[in-house]
């Protein structure tokens, strides 16, 4: 077919972005400040020195300057894995019957397996420039981990890796990987941390969860002497690096003019939706396109869809910064879900307020649905989507089984962040027919409410 356009659209090395895009730049209406838990004033740069390297503290208050040099040395860690291929999603389509055109930007090719590498070899290269010699940070699902271990070993600096209870247990091979990287990986809730014991004195049984393995990812980096603590989502320094994503995606439809009108995302934290978008989003903010921003949860983590814009902690034992987000509450345990990345409490400030402010759209899907649509997926497209990627797989055949209906052709973008080799339980489970669909009651959600800080909430 003549200007057909092609499967795979990559990039040369000279498209490739020089700068990462700040989009709290572009925005009237700002996400509000993190405060300081005792004084409840904004948090300074002094405040944030003994959890995090100055490096990331600088791009995590700065939201005036929208386009922020890649420092050469990332730009090389970036070349050992990127670009990464954006995809015409023709087998799909033609499954489906549907008139819309659907790309997705596939972040699940590197051995990490998602997008989290993105953020973690820059958060390495701060804390190695700056003489640290190692770092702690927790992992849900394992992405993370497995991201941070790499990044380590490639510049030289240990690691240790909090990793929630359930998910060492369903993902044996990713603790093995990590551990392979080097890195000393332990099981949280762990006896190793003051915060650990506490959880484990209140519920001994408890499967973990990020809330948890945060808090004792900082309280080990805040006592250790050169050692910080790295977060994979959630901050908007972790969104700057991520913008590498939509960046690279824009660049690659502007070869071909293609300009999407709905883009999909899922979103934990809010990193791999909130990259993805960003370059999207400024154009929204700028009055140069009317396109469509759907974030899609997990419904047994709902902190978009049936959350609470609060200031409310980002760990379980109150320790970190306020955020002011869409949240279920830091003491919100989630049921066991296959979906382990989207298992956090809370959002990104930056999407919070964008949702609030009506820009951005949220979803919530079941976990059958959600791998009935990773079924459909791999069996056309030919790759194993990670079950936190096949939540935007889910909305992105439902819109465009909506564009069948209507006759419209919209172009649809989402985010395939990442790839679904170590989660064969889960598949395993959807295969077996025993995976459930358990979603919070409110009263659930209310246990959850009453762990958010009584602090006035000014809007
Ligand atoms: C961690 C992870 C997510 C969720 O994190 P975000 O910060 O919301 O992007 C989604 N998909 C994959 C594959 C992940 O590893």
Redesign the pocket.
């Known amino acids: 077919m003549a200007n057909k356009i092609p499967t795979r659209i990559y990039l040369t090395e000279e498209e490739m972005p020089k700068f990462w895009y700040n989009l709290r730049a572009d925005m009237k209406n700002k996400p509000e400040p993190m405060l300081h838990p005792g004084t409840l004033q904004p948090v300074t740069a002094a405040d944030l020195g003994p959890v995090f390297c100055k490096g990331v503290i600088d791009q995590e208050l700065d939201e005036t300057t929208r386009l922020i040099p890649i420092p050469e040395d990332i730009q090389d860690f970036y070349r050992a894995y990127r670009p990464s291929a954006l995809i015409r999603a023709y087998y799909l389509e033609k499954m489906l019957g549907t008139p819309a055109e659907i790309y997705y930007k596939f972040?699940?090719s590197n051995t990490s397996?998602?997008?989290?590498l993105n953020s973690a070899g820059p958060q390495a290269y701060y804390a190695k420039k700056e003489g640290l010699t190692s770092l702690t940070t927790e992992t849900?699902?394992g992405?993370?981990g497995t991201a941070m271990a790499m990044s380590c070993a490639f510049y030289g600096l240990d690691l240790t890796v909090y990793m929630v209870k359930v998910s060492s247990e369903q993902k044996p091979y990713r603790k093995a990987l990590i551990e392979a990287y080097g890195a000393n990986l332990i099981p949280s809730p762990s006896n190793t941390t003051e915060s650990g014991k506490k959880i484990l004195e209140s519920d001994p049984n408890t499967g973990g969860s990020l809330g948890c393995a945060i808090s004792e990812a900082i309280e080990t980096a805040v006592k250790t002497d050169k050692c910080r603590y790295v977060l994979?989502?959630?901050l908007n320094h972790?969104l700057l690096h991520?913008s590498i994503i939509g960046l690279e995606t824009k660049t690659a439809l502007d070869k071909f003019g293609i300009k999407p009108d709905i883009i999909i995302?899922?979103?934990?934290?809010?990193?791999?939706?909130?990259?993805l978008m960003a370059p999207f989003m400024g154009e929204k903010l700028t009055g140069k396109s009317n396109a469509r921003f759907i974030a899609v949860e997990p419904a047994s983590c709902p902190s978009f869809t049936r959350g609470r814009f609060a200031y409310d902690f980002g760990d379980t034992a109150k320790t970190t910064p306020l955020i002011k987000m869409m949240t279920i509450g830091n003491g919100y345990i989630p049921s066991a879900n296959h979906?382990g990345?989207?298992r956090?409490h809370g959002m990104?400030s930056t999407l919070s307020k964008l949702f609030q402010d009506g820009l951005l759209e949220a979803r919530a899907e079941v976990q059958t649905n959600v791998f009935d649509a990773a079924i459909k997926f791999m069996k056309t497209e030919g790759i194993l989507p990670?079950p936190?990627?096949s939540h935007a797989i889910k909305v992105a055949i439902d819109e465009a089984l909506e564009c069948k209906k209507t006759g419209e052709k919209k172009v649809i973008l989402f985010g395939l962040?990442?790839?679904g080799f170590f989660d064969m339980t889960a598949y395993q489970s959807y295969n077996n027919k025993t995976m459930n669909d358990q979603t919070p009651s409110d009263a659930d959600l209310q246990r959850g409410f009453a762990s958010i800080p009584g602090i006035p909430q000014n809007s």
């Open positions: 972040e699940g397996g998602s997008h989290k849900g699902a992405q993370w994979g989502s959630v972790v991520q995302g899922c979103a934990g934290g809010g990193s791999n939706m909130g990259g979906a990345g989207l956090y990104n990670a936190e990627s962040s990442g790839t």
